[in-house]
């Protein structure tokens, strides 16, 4: 946690799919306790750079360090520091909410698992629906189980792809609160979202993406939600 | 270590929860059976040398549709991505696909070598000891390079047909060495089967190491 490095420092990141840029020449530096909310129209490259940044997608281009940590392997303890949400909840669908999670603890070496699970669970309102299969869940229980296996092992790091999509309103403050808890306990957030209001009350950086460049940053929290919007539209208008 | 139990765990329960990998391996091995004991209407005194071509294509064939079905469990929900963030060495995950497709393939394996010998008219009773051995051998060779290239093939598009087709050809001296070994084994005991068991271990560990090594290259982008 006292770490002298970024958890994130990225220069010139690039990333082409078939000769197609997608992400082309990001700078982002993410120091502890940030929460940098990036914005962009569909195709822009945000979840690309997001799974660049959970070294789940390797950079054509650029150098990416991680805690100071960079290179083309990622050691394993690195990786613990890390946790990811994406599009789709990362859990298998013939297991049940608790054994999705009892197995990713497992992987993560998570201490008192039990209690730990019991305690995502909660606060993704699945305790009720804890011993049912993963199939059974609706979007938005699927996407709240995401955001808990993510969360499940406490790390240094959050990277969330448009975490507050189909959640209810309830469930949604629910994740608003508790990422501005993790970011008063020091822990660095990246979130893709298309939603500015929501992200405000948590954001301390704002990037707008555009055709896999940054287009337009915030210096600081998001202070005029019409002004980002602003922004964000003009990007939209660079649609891929 | 514990990392590979604990895939091999999850693996083994999904199967065991929703047993579509065993139901569809099962009915297509007894279809194929049936398929080659029709087709090759051969006298029963003919029909024992007969018996370990049908078994070994019998497995290759089932045993693919088995071992891909382990890597759509990662597809689904994209689920490998959970498996790459983890803190865990691809190679674990290389060993945790492994044994679960030993354990499935070595379960249809259970299956497939009675019903032969009930089709083919084989007793394998007497032989069974040695069997077990090619069996186990031809298994663990057969799944280790599945395994790797059931994991290049699900990130394909034709995936349905990328895995034998990258398989097949070169599991072919698999095939010949479990073949040799068996018909050796059923005609005259395990000593005559030395050639074909050296082939089948020779196999085994070339693809075993290989599968650990190379598929961190396979899996990560």
Redesign the interface.
């Known amino acids: 946690m006292a770490d002298a490095a970024p958890p994130i420092h990225a220069r010139g990141l690039a990333r082409a799919f078939a000769g197609v840029p997608v992400v082309a020449g990001v700078d982002l530096t993410v120091g502890a306790g940030e929460v940098v909310v990036l914005l962009g129209p569909n195709g822009a490259g945000k979840t690309t750079l997001l799974?660049m940044l959970?070294?789940?997608?390797?950079p054509t281009e650029g150098e990416l360090a991680l805690f100071g940590t960079g290179g083309r392997v990622a050691p394993?303890?690195?990786?613990?520091r890390?946790g990811?949400a994406?599009?789709?909840?990362?859990?298998?669908?013939?297991?049940t909410a608790a054994?999705n999670l009892t197995?990713?603890a497992?992987?993560?070496?998570v201490g008192d698992a039990p209690a730990r699970i019991a305690e995502m669970l909660a606060w993704a309102g699945l305790d009720g629906a804890g011993r049912r299969p993963?199939r059974a869940f609706s979007r938005g229980m699927?996407q709240r189980l995401a955001l808990a296996?993510a969360m499940l092992h406490d790390p240094d790091l959050l990277l969330l792809d448009e975490p507050w999509s189909a959640l209810d309103p309830a469930a949604a403050a629910a994740l608003t609160e508790r990422l501005a808890a993790l970011r008063a306990a020091g822990r660095a957030i990246v979130l893709t979202t298309h939603d500015v209001p929501r992200a405000a009350p948590v954001a301390t950086r704002v990037a707008v993406l555009a055709r896999g460049r940054v287009a337009w940053s915030s210096e600081g929290p998001i202070r005029d939600v019409a002004a980002v919007e602003a922004a964000y539209a003009a990007a939209a208008g660079a649609r891929p | 270590m514990h990392a590979a139990l604990t895939i091999l765990r999850k693996d083994l329960g999904i199967e065991w929860r929703t047993r579509e990998g065993l139901s569809t391996v099962f009915v297509l091995a007894v279809m194929l059976l049936v398929v080659f004991a029709v087709a090759h209407d051969v006298p029963p005194d003919e029909a024992p040398a007969l018996a370990p071509p049908v078994l070994w294509a019998t497995f290759v064939l089932t045993g693919l549709l088995g071992v891909q079905r382990g890597f759509l469990l990662e597809r689904e929900n994209d689920c490998l991505a959970g498996l790459l963030t983890a803190p865990v060495d691809p190679a674990a995950i290389y060993a945790g696909k492994l044994a679960a497709n030993v354990v499935l393939l070595g379960a249809m394996q259970g299956v497939v070598v009675p019903l032969v010998g009930l089709f083919l008219h084989v007793d394998m009773v007497p032989a069974l000891p040695a069997l077990v051995l090619v069996l186990l051998l031809g298994n663990v060779g057969f799944s280790a390079l599945a395994t790797l290239f059931a994991a290049v093939a699900v990130r394909t598009r034709a995936r349905e047909v990328m895995l034998p087709l990258l398989l097949l050809p070169l599991v072919v001296p698999l095939l010949i060495g479990a073949v040799v070994a068996t018909r050796a084994i059923l005609a005259d005991g395990i000593a005559a089967a030395r050639d074909g068991l050296t082939v089948l271990a020779a196999f085994d560990v070339v693809f075993v190491v290989a599968g650990w090594l190379l598929f961190t290259y396979v899996v990560r982008d």
């Open positions: 799974r959970a070294l789940l997608v390797r394993p303890e690195l990786r613990r890390i990811y994406g599009h789709e909840s990362l859990c298998y669908p013939d297991l054994e197995f990713y497992r992987l993560f070496g993963v699927a296996r």
